[in-house]
Structures are given as structure tokens and as C-alpha cells.
């Protein structure tokens, strides 16, 4: 028979009750946790990781330098001495090959940047004014999207030269529209939503609401966003160089090396094979986290 | 020899003139069915030369391929100087045999000159005709050369004509199509008065400005004339019988040619592919019957030739490819008007390492006029010495002296900066591979040379280059002439003052243009030669305006079964006039 | 609805005069000018009389008003650089070659590439997975021209089962000349398999989450009537909004397919003349491919409203 003489009082208090006994998992430990789980996002992140190592390394390991020229061993296959083998003027290709890397992921990541920023500004900027002014740049935005983006790509180039500045803007150029449009679909939607309309009700500044809310909810969509536009650009620079836009001789992209490698592909398929499978790889890594982090963000799939 | 076929397209040019707008319709049209009747489909492909291979005897159509169409058929404008001359004919024909490139007679069958050189009566050939089957008359030639100096068309060529009497005028605003003496004095009788005698007056014949035009079909056509192909009548072996843009071009055997009998393809087929890859796919397969082609794939089929698989023509090129200096006084460096400067860069160029590292083909060049042009009935460069060949061989990989010399520029100059911190800018323009391994090669080697930066100003096509020549950004670009006409004046002219707006970099030196002037009615070939040498040698020499580093050649590549088929500088550039084809089937 | 049409149609007009007045400054921005090869080689006098014949002597101003004036009348002009080329002969001519090639090249990688993403998304977390999402990246690293090149070597060089190049003209042109057809359609499709498998495969993992899907699971409907019912109807919905798109674009999206096969289609012709700055056809075509697109953005809006019921047409009232 139990009685309360049975019971004795170990001692509470009011603080202790209302304790949590777990850590607070934040949104974004959470998302972390995730990710770790997910075996081939965790894959591609190490291969990435390896990826920058080698594109700050990776010309020096052999200590060739990769513009100056040495006719006498042009259009080498791999060897001992040149891994990758050379060039068609006879440069280590190897070496080439983690310098264009540099080029193309830094180009990526500066094309990508500046599509976020501007397109953010720009998305704020439609849904905190509305009306007219919304209209005006939404006008804006469906001209550019109407462009045909090889045209204005080319024009671009034609008019800023072929240099590292005139590519970048001739890839960012277009870019940006569909960020802004995510952005000022999101803003207008959370306008809405209950949580900041409780928010304010409980008398919350601006700059809490957009610190607390906006910018979680935005943040997401915007690595999301980074994630399929490294890849892109990526891509479309390799395009790029195609039509012969682009970087010029001596600075290299992998796109500049795969447009040099698909002339001699009949006769040394191995420069245009080494480019590609590089390129593939970084996109491919970048493509599987991309994946990964969509999993792991997406709110409805905490559970 | 190979540039007989340039004479045949002149030959051929010469019939071009007009005839109706159905001339070529409903003369030839059936033949281009019969040509094309053993082929499949209605496809614009390439499935025809595969379709005829399995008749069985040997089908008179050859397979061709190019990059690109003209824009133009309209001979005064020589838009496009390989197709008018198999269409058409002129006066002449140009001809490269073993002798090199001279012309015959075509479209004339004799000619009178006056004993002062000024006076030229060509007698026209009887049986010419038109595929129309009008014949070609004195009144067609004299149609065509008024039509060139016509000032209302504007026609890049009309300064060929220039020396003829009332032409510049008329051409310039001046004077009346009356006043200009290039008359016929009957239906076969065509004649030509000089202002002054002039040596290079008969080399000029054969380019296809100086065709023959008919002037019911030309006005009939109105603005549509040279646009639009179907309205055209021709004079030539061939005429055109069906063009998809992009893609496909047909000729058929003009039935109304002088000379048919002796013309043996039935059809002509070309081919847009602009990849040297799918060229070789379609060579490899007997698809084409002729390739021009670069790079490795020129090295390899050089091996397949020397087996005995295809056959390979290779000739001289009038043309000669260097770099300009600039001479406008704004070049970035400031170095550029000093010819010691030049001359290191110029000297600083192993031409024979760069041809063999970037091209695999062409020529080393230490002058300016190249070997394919003809003076005195042989060629100009078996007369006279290379001109820079002796002075770059004692700068020739010596990094010391080119430094040493680029260091007297320097010093001449005033300049205190040392070499390594001095900067070159260099325009050029181009994507292929050869493109960018030639401006890649120049870059290092003028830099390992040298010692001082080169940096690459690279714009994507020629009017972008134009744009930044004219703005002068850059200290020397890459450029070079190819002949309009076989003359060595043809290329010394092109330096002269102005001559050719800013196309030069602004080169000006008053004793060159006295001496350029001083050939003017100049018929002693003595003493012509003489003068060419002297311009030369101030030019590369003294001044260093330009520093040559190759001469072109043209090479293609032939099926075995394809026989007697000619290339030429001046005429058509693919000469199919007595091309036939045997053993394709074996 | 009328009203709405009428609202629509005046953003349009407003949106291609936009375009085109963008496309005119954006070409004279760039340096130089399409006479300037041919005026080279020009004595002075001949030069004026060229410019003047193409009207490119009269200011920048006077120009833009002629241009746009003309084109209210449905005049381009003549091209600068191809004698007698025009923008209605590029319609006649050209842009029913590029549309087969592009439609055949959408039809076949959009149904691949739905496809594919099904697999994936089914097999979530599988190797099938993986190797479509592998096969995807790989499809679209990969450059188009390269694809086209090793193609024609394998099937048309070294196997000869299909044409090196061409395209079916004449009667052929739209229904015909299939083998022609073949190796520049695979070359093509390749990039929409990859981006429709990616797109479908993600939104049906979207759609997997939500209530009615597990509404439909716990109320214990089969796996496959799920998928059919649910997933894939809401999940097309991104689909449907991207296919336009993918529409407005396959016309010019085969610039490096029609050089390859030597098709005489738009694509190739249009980076020509934006790089000889031949603004009659620069600017007829643009407006041409924006008219299209903006269209296309039209009808799909329309077709919205049928297929979701939840979307109101828009400009009535909620």
C-alpha cells in the first residue's frame, strides 16, 4: 500500500520544472545532423573539399609552369614526367588542368554571389514596395528573361571585351531574375504568414522580424539556389568558351581547356578527356550536396 | 599547275552575264534532276555521293566541301571569288601549271595591243553564249565594266579599272559612263583605252570584276541583282541549280558552254561542314570527293597521301600573313616609332620553329611578296633574294643581341624603363586552335626573347578587330595581304599612304610612295623589278613596317578517282572545268 | 476575360517595344559596324555612297526612329551583311527546320527524362538513384558539340548507319527524312533528360511529404495508385511551368547541333549575324523568338487555370 509517508521530497525548484532535459537542437544544427547522415552528400563534401586543396596546390605539385611553352614536347600522352601529358604547346597539362579548375570555380562562385545578392535586393525590393514600382521591375525582369540569353551574352562580350570582369557579368546578367522572383514570392508569402503577423501583434521591431524570420526562411532557399548555380555556371562558361567568349590566353578555364581539347580529339582524346572528367566530378559534387542539403533543410522533412 | 583551275574560273566567270531569270531554269534545271537522279530523298544532306557510288559506272558528280557560302553573285562585287569563276567567264583565264600562275585566253580569242601600250582591242569568241543561249557580246563586257565604276553601286573593285580613260572620273562623280574607254565597236570587238600604259593591266583581266554582265537581266533584277541566285545567267562551265543555305549547294554543267564537250561533271555538290572532324568522317567515307582541311588532320592525311590513299595538291598562295607595327603615334607602349624596337620583335620570331609548332603547312616568310606571284613569266621570289632572311639569321635565337638591339630602341628613345617592365600589346582575333596557338606562341616567344611583357588584346571577329585597329590599341597586330591580282605591285601598293584607309596601322614614308608613283607608266620590266626591290627593302629593311612570317600555301586533298582537278590564286579557287572522276567504284 | 486579354495584350506590345529598343542600343554599343569589312578595301567616295545606301550615315537617333518605325509596319529591313536576306525569308526558310529540330529534341528528352525521374524517385536512396542523378550530370557536362562529334563519328562514320549531315527540306520537312533527323535529335535531347529527371524527381519527393499523400496511404490505397492519383498529378505542376520555357528556348538552343549536321536552322544563322552586328536580322529575330516566348508564357497561364482548379484565372476577382 502506498502512502505518502513512503515519499520523500528530494527538493525542486520552479527553474528546474520547467528545465529541458535534451540540448536545443536549432534549425540549423539540425540540418548539420542530417547532412551528416546522408553518406553521399557527406561523399561529395569531402571530394569538394579535396577539390579546393587541389585547385590551390594542384599546379604546383609538379612544378611546371603552366603558360610557358615547350614546342619541342607538344601533344604529349601521360608519361612519368607529365601526368596528364601536354598541350599543343607542349604544357603540362596536369598543371593547366588544376589552374582552369581555379578559374571556373571561382568564376562559379563570383557569378553566384552576385546572382544572390543582386536578385535579394532586387526580390526585397518588389516585395517591400509593391504597386507601381513593383510593376516597373517585374517589366524589367520579363525583357531580360525575353532576351534571347545568347544574345545578350554575345553583345556583352563583344562590348566589355573578352576579359575575367565582362564574363562575369555577361553570366550574372540573367541570372539574377529568377532569384529575385523567389525572393519577393517568399517575402510576400511570410508577409502573411501567422507567425510574423504574431510577431508584430506582440510588438516586435522590424529588425527582429527579418533577422528572426526573414532571413532563416530566405537563407534556405538561397543555398539551395547557390548549390544548382555553381554547377550551372560552371557549365555555362565551358559553353561559353566555345563560341570562343570568354577568358583569353594566358589566363585558362576548364571550358577554355575542354574547347582547345575537342579540336585534337581524333589525335589526343586525352586532353579532352582529363578537362571532362574534372569538370564532372566538381559538378557532379556539387550537384549530390546541393541534393543532400535540400534534404536536409527542408523543414518538412524534420521529423 | 594547280592553279590552272583559278584560269578555268575565269574562263568560266566570263560567261556569267545574265539571261534571263530563268536562264539557268529552264536550260539547266533538268540536268541538275538528271545529275542529281540517282539520289535519295529530298534530303539536302549527303546521302548523294553514297547513292550515286552504287550505280555501278562512274557518276560525273563530285562531292566538295567549304565552311561557308557567299553572299553575293554578283560578279563586279568578287564577293566571292571561287564560285563566279566556274560559273563565269572574263577575257582571260588564269592557269597554274608547272610554269606557275599565267593566264590564257577565254572569253577572247585574240587581242591587239597599241604599240604605245595604251589601246587594247580584244576580239571576242563567236560561240560564247549564256546559259540563256544568247551569246556573250562586246556589248556584255562593255555593260559590266561601266556597271563596276557605276558610283551609284559603290563596287569595293572599281579602282581596278582606274587607268582606264573616264573611269576614275565617272567612278568619283566626275565624269559620264559616255566618257569612259571601255567600248564595243561591234558585237565581238571590245576595246580598251589606257590613260597610260600599264604592265599589270593584263593580269588584271582574269579577276571577275571585269566580266561580262547583261544588261537586260541586271536591270530586270533591279535590287534583287547578285541577291538573288535564281535570277542570275551564266557563261561559265557550271551553273548554279540549287542552294540551301547553311547547308547545300548544287551546280550543274552549263549545256551552253563554249567549251562542254570538254567539260565531263555532270554535277557539283557542296557542302557546308564546318567541322575539320566531320570533314574527315565524310572523307574517310567517300562522302567528299575533295577536303581542305587543318591542323592534325592536314598532318595526317599528308601521311595517307605519301601512302597512297588520297592524293594531295599542294601550291603557293598569294598571300603572306605578319605583324603590322603601329604607325598611328598612339600605340600603348610608345615604343613603336622607333625601328630598332621593331626590328627585335620582328627578328625575335624563330618563323621556322613558329610553322612547324603552330601550322604543320605554310612557308617561312622573310619578305613581303610571296613566291606564288608571278613577274616576267616566273615567280617573282626565284628573282630576287629573301630580303630579311640574312639580317634575322645573325638575331635569330640570340636573346643577347635582340635585347642588346631592343635596348638601343630603347635608349634612342629616351626611355629609362627597363625592358622587363616594358609592356606589348597584341591585337588578334580568331577562336580555331591555330588562331590561338598562334597568338600564344608569339606572346612567349617575343617575351622569352625579349624579355619584356607581351599582353593579348583578343577580340572575337574582324569588325570588332577593325574597331580596336582603328583606336590604335595595340603595338603590333597580327595581319597580312592576299593578292587581288598577280602583280608584285599588287601587294607594294598596299603600303602606300592611305591607300587603303587604316587597314595599314597608318605607315607613311614619302620616299615609298615617290617610288610607287614612279611606276606609273613604267613598261621597262628592268627596271620595274628594280624599283619592287627598292620598296621592298625600305619597307622590311630600313623601316620594318611589317615583319613577314609566312607565305600561305593552299593544299588539298583528293580521292584517287579524281582526275585533273585544278586550284588557282586568281581564279576559281576549286577548278572543276576538266575535273573528271574514274575508278570511283573499284 | 475581355478585359484581362486586352490588359495582357498591351503588356505585350509594351514588353517587344522594350526588346527591341534594347537589342537596337545593345548593337551599337558594340564597336564598329557591319559595313565596316567591306569599306575597308573602299576608296573614300565608295565608302559615303555604301553607308549611305544602307542608310548607317544618318545619327544614332534618327536611325532608332526609322528602325522602330519600320518595324510597326512589320519591316525589318534587308540584311547588311547577306545580300537580300530577310527576316521574312528567315521565317520561310529557317524556322521550321529549327522548331522539328527542336520539338523532336523535347518530345524525346522531356519523356526520357520524366521517365528517369520516376525511377529515381521511387528508388529514393537506391543505386538507381544514384545512377540516374550520376547519368544526369554526366549527360549535361558534357558539351553538346563534343556529344554531336563522337555520335557522328560512331553512327555515321564508323557503323554508317545514318546520314554524316543534312536536314530534310521540301516535302520532308516536317514529317520525312527521319534519319537525318536522328543523330542531332539524341545530341539534343540529352540536356532536357537530364534537367526534366532532376525536376520531376525533386518535386515528387515534395509531394511524397504531404498530408494527402499520407491521407491516401494510411486510408491503405496500393503504392502505384498513390503515385498515379496524387504524386505525379501535383508534382507535374513544375513541370507544366518549365515546359514553356523549355519551348521558347529549343528554337535558339541548337546553335553547336546545326553546325555540326550543317542544318540550315536559326540558331546558327542568329549567332552570325549578332557577331557581324547585322541588326535587321539581329533585331527580327529577337523580336521573332521573344514574340514566342512571351506567347507561349501566355497559353501557359491559360492552361493553368484548366489543369489546377485551385488558380484563379488571373485578373478575377478571388
Known amino acids: 500500500m502506498l502512502t505518502p509517508d513512503k515519499f520523500k521530497i528530494v527538493g525542486y525548484t520552479q527553474e528546474e520544472a520547467n528545465k529541458i532535459d535534451r540540448p536545443t537542437i536549432s534549425y540549423w544544427q539540425d540540418a548539420w545532423r542530417r547532412l551528416k547522415k546522408n553518406p553521399v552528400a557527406m561523399v561529395s ?6 577539390l579546393v586543396i587541389m585547385v590551390i596546390i594542384g599546379p604546383h605539385i609538379r612544378g611546371y609552369d603552366y603558360i610557358t611553352m615547350n614546342v619541342a614536347e607538344k601533344n604529349q600522352g601521360s608519361s612519368a614526367k607529365y601526368w596528364f601529358g601536354t598541350d599543343y604547346l607542349g604544357r ?12 571556373s570555380i571561382l568564376i562559379a562562385l563570383v557569378a553566384t554571389a552576385l546572382k544572390l545578392i543582386v536578385g535579394t535586393l532586387y526580390g526585397a525590393a518588389m516585395a517591400h514596395f509593391g504597386g507601381w514600382v513593383d510593376d516597373i521591375l517585374m517589366r524589367i525582369i520579363e525583357v531580360l528573361n525575353s532576351l534571347p540569353n545568347l544574345l545578350i551574352t554575345i553583345l556583352i562580350m563583344m562590348v566589355l571585351g573578352n576579359n575575367m570582369f565582362a564574363l562575369l557579368v555577361a553570366l550574372s546578367i540573367t541570372a539574377w531574375c529568377s532569384t529575385a522572383r523567389q525572393v519577393r514570392g517568399m517575402i510576400k508569402q511570410l508577409k502573411e504568414t501567422e507567425y510574423v503577423y504574431a510577431a508584430e501583434v506582440l510588438g516586435a521591431k522590424p529588425l527582429h522580424i527579418i533577422i528572426k524570420h526573414y532571413v532563416p526562411n530566405m537563407l534556405s532557399i ?6 544548382t548555380a555553381i554547377p550551372q555556371f560552371i557549365f555555362t562558361e565551358a559553353g561559353l568558351s566555345f563560341l570562343g567568349i570568354g577568358l583569353t590566353a594566358p589566363e585558362i578555364s576548364l571550358g577554355v581547356l575542354i574547347s582547345q581539347g575537342q579540336k585534337t580529339l581524333d589525335f589526343y582524346p586525352s586532353q579532352l578527356v582529363y578537362p571532362c572528367v574534372v569538370l564532372c566530378v566538381i559538378v557532379m559534387a556539387f550537384n549530390l550536396l546541393g541534393d543532400g542539403l535540400r534534404d536536409a533543410l527542408d523543414p518538412r522533412l524534420r521529423q | 599547275m594547280h592553279n590552272m583551275k583559278k584560269a578555268l574560273a575565269l574562263l568560266l566567270a566570263g560567261v556569267m552575264t545574265i539571261g534571263t531569270l530563268t536562264a539557268c531554269g529552264d536550260g539547266t534545271t533538268e540536268v541538275a534532276t538528271a545529275g542529281d537522279a540517282g539520289t535519295v530523298s529530298t534530303a539536302t544532306g549527303s546521302g548523294d555521293a553514297a547513292a550515286a557510288e552504287s550505280t555501278g559506272a562512274d557518276t560525273q558528280v563530285m562531292n566538295v566541301r567549304t565552311t561557308a557560302f557567299g553572299n553575293n553573285y554578283d560578279v563586279q562585287d568578287m564577293g566571292w571569288r571561287w564560285m563566279m569563276a566556274d560559273c563565269y567567264e572574263g577575257l582571260y583565264r588564269n592557269v597554274a601549271d608547272s610554269e606557275g600562275e599565267h593566264f590564257v585566253l577565254a572569253g577572247a580569242e585574240s587581242v591587239d595591243v597599241s604599240e604605245d601600250g595604251t589601246v587594247y582591242t580584244f576580239h571576242l569568241r563567236q560561240n560564247a553564249k549564256w546559259s540563256d543561249g544568247q551569246p556573250v557580246t562586246a556589248h556584255d563586257y562593255e555593260y559590266g565594266w561601266k556597271r563596276l565604276a557605276n558610283p ?27 566618257d569612259m574607254m571601255a567600248v564595243a565597236l561591234d558585237d565581238y570587238t571590245f576595246q580598251v583605252t589606257l590613260e597610260v600604259a600599264d604592265p599589270t593591266f593584263e593580269v588584271k583581266l582574269v579577276a571577275t570584276p571585269l566580266y561580262p554582265t547583261r544588261q537586260d537581266i541586271a536591270e530586270a533584277a533591279g535590287d534583287q541583282w547578285g541577291k538573288d541566285w535564281t535570277l542570275c545567267v551564266y557563261n561559265g562551265p557550271f551553273c548554279m541549280s540549287e542552294l540551301v543555305e547553311d547547308n547545300k549547294m548544287v551546280w550543274t554543267k552549263n549545256p551552253y558552254y563554249w567549251d562542254a564537250e570538254n567539260t565531263h561533271l555532270e554535277a557539283i555538290n557542296w557542302y557546308i561542314v564546318s567541322e575539320d572532324s566531320t570533314a574527315a568522317t565524310m572523307f574517310d567515307n567517300g562522302e567528299l570527293d575533295q577536303l581542305q582541311t587543318s591542323g592534325d588532320y592536314s598532318i595526317k592525311y599528308q601521311g595517307e597521301a605519301e601512302a597512297g590513299n588520297v592524293q594531295r595538291l599542294v601550291s603557293d598562295y598569294p598571300g603572306t600573313i605578319g605583324l603590322r607595327f603601329n604607325f598611328f603615334g598612339n ?3 610608345g615604343l613603336m616609332s622607333n625601328v630598332k624596337i621593331r626590328k627585335a620583335i620582328s627578328y625575335a620570331i624563330d618563323r621556322e620553329e613558329m610553322i612547324e609548332a603552330v601550322y604543320g603547312r605554310y612557308k617561312a616568310a622573310y619578305s613581303y611578296i610571296p613566291p606564288a606571284i608571278s613577274f616576267d613569266g616566273s615567280s617573282y621570289r626565284s628573282q630576287t633574294e629573301e630580303v630579311i632572311s640574312t639580317e634575322q639569321a645573325e638575331y635569330n635565337n640570340n636573346p643577347e643581341k635582340l635585347q642588346a638591339l631592343f635596348q638601343e630602341g630603347l635608349d634612342e628613345l629616351g626611355v629609362t624603363t627597363p625592358i622587363s617592365e616594358v609592356t606589348l600589346t597584341f591585337l588578334s582575333s580568331g577562336s580555331t586552335t591555330e588562331s590561338q596557338a598562334e597568338r600564344e606562341y608569339l606572346q612567349q616567344t617575343i617575351q622569352q626573347k625579349l624579355g619584356c611583357k607581351v599582353e593579348l588584346n583578343t577580340v572575337g571577329d574582324s569588325s570588332l578587330l577593325k574597331a580596336e585597329r582603328d583606336a590604335g590599341n595595340f603595338d603590333m597586330m597580327y595581319g597580312g595581304w592576299y593578292a587581288d591580282y598577280n602583280d608584285p605591285l599588287d601587294f607594294m601598293y598596299t603600303y602606300y599612304t592611305d591607300a587603303y584607309g587604316t587597314s595599314f596601322a597608318g605607315y607613311s614614308n614619302p620616299e615609298y610612295d615617290a617610288l610607287i608613283d614612279s611606276l606609273t607608266g613604267e613598261t621597262d620590266i628592268a627596271k620595274r623589278k628594280e624599283i619592287y626591290q627598292e620598296l621592298e627593302n625600305i619597307l622590311l629593311i630600313e623601316d620594318c613596317a611589317f615583319a613577314p612570317l609566312y607565305y600561305s600555301t593552299k593544299e588539298v586533298f583528293l580521292q584517287n578517282w579524281v582526275k585533273d582537278y585544278r586550284t588557282s590564286s586568281f581564279g576559281a579557287s576549286a577548278e572543276f572545268y576538266i575535273t573528271y572522276i574514274e575508278g570511283r567504284n573499284k | 476575360m475581355a478585359k484581362y486579354l486586352i490588359r495582357r495584350f498591351c503588356e505585350l506590345v509594351l514588353t517587344i517595344f522594350l526588346i527591341a529598343s534594347a537589342t537596337f542600343f545593345l548593337l551599337e554599343a558594340v564597336p564598329g559596324d557591319p559595313l565596316s569589312e567591306r569599306a575597308d578595301k573602299l576608296p573614300v567616295q565608295s565608302r559615303e555612297i555604301l553607308y549611305k545606301r544602307y542608310g548607317l550615315d544618318k545619327p544614332m537617333m534618327e536611325r532608332y526612329v526609322l528602325t522602330m518605325t519600320r518595324m510597326c ?5 534587308e540584311s547588311f551583311v547577306y545580300a537580300g536576306q530577310t527576316v521574312g525569308g528567315l521565317i520561310h526558310d529557317r524556322l521550321p527546320v529549327s522548331a522539328r529540330l527542336g520539338l ?24 538507381i538513384d544514384y545512377m540516374v542523378v550520376g547519368l544526369s550530370v554526366l549527360l549535361i557536362s558534357i558539351p553538346h558539340l563534343i556529344f554531336g562529334l563522337m555520335l557522328q563519328k560512331i553512327f555515321a562514320g564508323t557503323l554508317r548507319w545514318f546520314p554524316t549531315i543534312g536536314w530534310p527540306a521540301g516535302k520532308d520537312l516536317w514529317l520525312g527524312g527521319w534519319e537525318y533527323t536522328v543523330l542531332p535529335t539524341l545530341t539534343g535531347c540529352f540536356s532536357y533528360i537530364a534537367s526534366y529527371a532532376r525536376l520531376l524527381k525533386t518535386s515528387m519527393l515534395d509531394v511524397v511529404n504531404q498530408d494527402y499523400v499520407l491521407t491516401a496511404e494510411s486510408k491503405g490505397l496500393s503504392k502505384g495508385a498513390i503515385i498515379r492519383k496524387h504524386i505525379l498529378r501535383n508534382s ?11 519551348v521558347g528556348m529549343c528554337i535558339t538552343g541548337s546553335f553547336f547541333i546545326e553546325s555540326i549536321y550543317s542544318i540550315p536552322g536559326i540558331g546558327q544563322y542568329y549567332v552570325t549575324a549578332v557577331n557581324n552586328q547585322d541588326l535587321s536580322i539581329v533585331l527580327g529575330e529577337t523580336v521573332l523568338l521573344s514574340l514566342l516566348y512571351i506567347i507561349i508564357l501566355f497559353i501557359t497561364d491559360i492552361l493553368y487555370v484548366v489543369v489546377d482548379p485551385r488558380i484563379a484565372m488571373p485578373g478575377q476577382e478571388h
Open chain 3, 236 to 246: 507535374f505542376i513544375p513541370v507544366m511551368t518549365q515546359l514553356p520555357m523549355s
Open chain 1, 45 to 50: 563534401l569531402v571530394v569538394l573539399c579535396f
Open chain 3, 104 to 127: 523532336q529534341q523535347m518530345i524525346l528528352g522531356v519523356t526520357v527524362g520524366l521517365l528517369l525521374g520516376i525511377v529515381a524517385a521511387t528508388k529514393r536512396g537506391t543505386a
Open chain 2, 331 to 333: 600605340d600603348p607602349s
Open chain 3, 73 to 77: 509596319k512589320g519591316d525589318f529591313g
Open chain 1, 222 to 227: 538561397l543555398i539551395l539556389n547557390a548549390s
Open chain 1, 92 to 103: 603540362d597539362l596536369f598543371s593547366r588542368i588544376w589552374v582552369g579548375a581555379r578559374a
Open chain 2, 152 to 178: 551609284e553601286y559603290g563596287y569595293s573593285y572599281a579602282s581596278f579599272i582606274y587607268n582606264v580613260v573616264g573611269a576614275e572620273e565617272y567612278n568619283l562623280g566626275t565624269g559620264s559612263a559616255d
